[in-house]
């Protein structure tokens, strides 16, 4: 398509353009790539003014550019077309979804698929071969259940939500509409509910609930658990990455983001808008505060006020975890300085 009809599929997203100026030049786009990989009728983005150099070296055929005028005038000297917009790297989101969007099969319930007479299932759903759904389960219009999915007795999926080949839904399993659960993950399994005895460990059966609300996206191979009473719960919009472990009755809030291989023992709480970088822990029943923020691999043992990022193992405020890590490097020479300075006191005492 030409690059006038994707400006109008973006609407009033992008505040000005160079079409503006020269209506002529409207090559035809079609696909998007990364900046550095662009062919000829390719559509990529730049988010700022560190990535200058490849406007002059790109193939791309069009871009998407920050409100930056240097920016733009290097696009116009490389005779690319260019669209400008406050956050190019949304922008270049919505330009992929114009030319890809995911597999979504035509409703139909494949013959091998077996489904509990007493399960209820919604209009237009798919459910793929070898799916297995259980006494009791309710599915919502418009969901799709990919090949060997299991959902366990009494598990509710909304409307329009899709759960990827082989994932499992535990029984009292909550989830809303328009989730996204990603293939290996396993929604609701029991808890890590064991009390210790003289005679070894009880087993303390997991009866609570786990709980996705609307639009929450999970995944591949993330667990998470269902507690022993109350709730799981995460809430909506929430986005969390593969290999994630959220522990029994943690509570996280809305829009939060959680990388992967990050770790929430039981009952931690987040608050609306939590970002956790990859590898970060959680000791049980820690809290975030809403916009708090975890960089990679910290250690979190106690409470995070709203709005702090922290660093490190324990974790501690970023700003002091920095300094902390240029001294860290300073540590042979400084400790070879402190040797000198104990010899020195001997020798002046002897």
Same mark, same amino acid.
């Given at each position: 398509?030409?690059?006038?009809e994707?400006? $109008?599929?973006?609407?009033d997203? @992008?505040?000005?353009?160079?079409?503006?100026?020269?209506?002529?030049?409207?090559?035809?786009?079609?696909? /998007? *790539?990364?900046?550095d &990989?662009?062919?000829? =009728?390719?559509?990529?983005?730049v988010?700022g003014?560190?990535?200058a150099?490849?406007? =002059?070296?790109?193939?791309?055929?069009?871009?998407?550019?920050?409100?930056d &005028?240097?920016?733009?005038?290097? *696009?116009?000297?490389?005779?690319?077309?260019w669209?400008?917009?406050?956050?190019p790297?949304?922008?270049?989101?919505?330009?992929?979804?114009?030319?890809?969007? #995911?597999?979504?099969?035509?409703?139909?319930?494949?013959?091998?698929? /077996?489904?509990?007479?007493?399960?209820?299932?919604?209009?237009d759903?798919?459910?793929? #071969?070898?799916?297995v759904?259980?006494?009791? !389960?309710?599915?919502?219009? $418009?969901?799709?259940?990919?090949?060997?999915? /299991?959902?366990?007795?009494? *598990?509710?999926?909304?409307?329009r939500?899709?759960?990827?080949? +082989?994932?499992?839904?535990h029984? $009292?399993?909550?989830?809303?509409?328009?989730c !996204?659960?990603?293939?290996?993950?396993?929604?609701?399994?029991? =808890?890590?509910?064991?009390?210790?005895?003289?005679t070894?460990?009880?087993?303390?059966?997991?009866?609570?609930?786990?709980?996705?609300?609307?639009? /929450?996206e999970i995944?591949?191979?993330?667990?998470?658990? $269902?507690?022993?009473?109350g &709730?799981?719960?995460?809430?909506?919009?929430?986005?969390?990455?593969?290999?994630?472990?959220?522990?029994?009755?943690c509570?996280?809030?809305?829009?939060?983001?959680?990388?992967?291989?990050?770790g929430?023992?039981?009952?931690?709480?987040?608050? +609306?808008?939590v970002?956790? @970088?990859?590898?970060?822990?959680?000791?049980?029943?820690?809290?975030?505060?809403?916009?708090?923020?975890a960089?990679?691999?910290?250690?979190?043992?106690?409470?995070v006020?709203?709005? &702090?990022i922290?660093?490190?193992t324990?974790?501690?405020?970023?700003?002091?975890?920095?300094?902390v890590?240029?001294?860290? =490097?300073?540590?042979p020479d400084?400790?070879?300085?402190?040797?000198?300075?104990?010899?020195?006191?001997?020798?002046? +005492?002897?």
């Open positions: 398509m030409k690059f006038s994707i400006l $109008r599929q973006f609407g997203t @992008a505040t000005n353009h160079s079409l503006t100026s020269n209506p002529d030049h409207d090559p035809e786009i079609t696909g /998007v *790539a990364a900046i &990989e662009a062919t000829n =009728g390719t559509i990529s983005y988010e003014a560190k990535f150099s490849f406007i =002059g070296q790109t193939n791309a055929s069009a871009l998407i550019l920050p409100q &005028e240097k920016l733009q005038v290097l *696009a116009h000297q490389s005779g690319i077309v669209i400008a917009t406050s956050d790297r949304l922008l270049f989101a919505k330009a992929i979804a114009v030319f890809y969007q #995911p597999y979504r099969p035509i409703p139909e319930i494949h013959p091998t698929a /077996v489904i509990h007479p007493t399960a209820k299932v919604g209009s759903v798919y459910i793929g #071969p070898h799916a759904i259980q006494q009791g !389960v309710e599915i919502g219009d $418009r969901a799709i259940i990919h090949p060997n999915v /299991v959902i366990y007795p009494d *598990a509710k999926i909304g409307d939500t899709t759960l990827h080949a +082989n994932c499992t839904i029984e $009292r399993t909550r989830i809303g509409a328009d !996204v659960i990603h293939s290996g993950a396993v929604i609701g399994a029991e =808890g890590f509910g064991f009390v210790p005895t003289r070894g460990w009880f087993k303390m059966q997991q009866s609570g609930y786990t709980v996705l609300e609307d639009s /929450v995944g591949c191979n993330t667990a998470i658990d $269902r507690p022993a009473v &709730e799981t719960r995460i809430g909506r919009s929430t986005v969390i990455d593969n290999l994630v472990q959220v522990g029994h009755g509570q996280i809030g809305a829009g939060c983001a959680i990388a992967g291989q990050a929430m023992a039981g009952a931690v709480k987040l608050g +609306n808008r970002i956790l @970088a990859g590898q970060v822990g959680i000791a049980n029943q820690a809290e975030m505060g809403d916009g708090a923020i960089s990679a691999q910290t250690g979190i043992l106690h409470d006020a709203p709005g &702090e922290v660093s490190g324990p974790a501690i405020p970023h700003k002091l975890y920095l300094k890590c240029a001294v860290y =490097g300073r540590l400084m400790y070879q300085s402190l040797k000198q300075l104990q010899r020195k006191f001997k020798n002046s +005492n002897d």
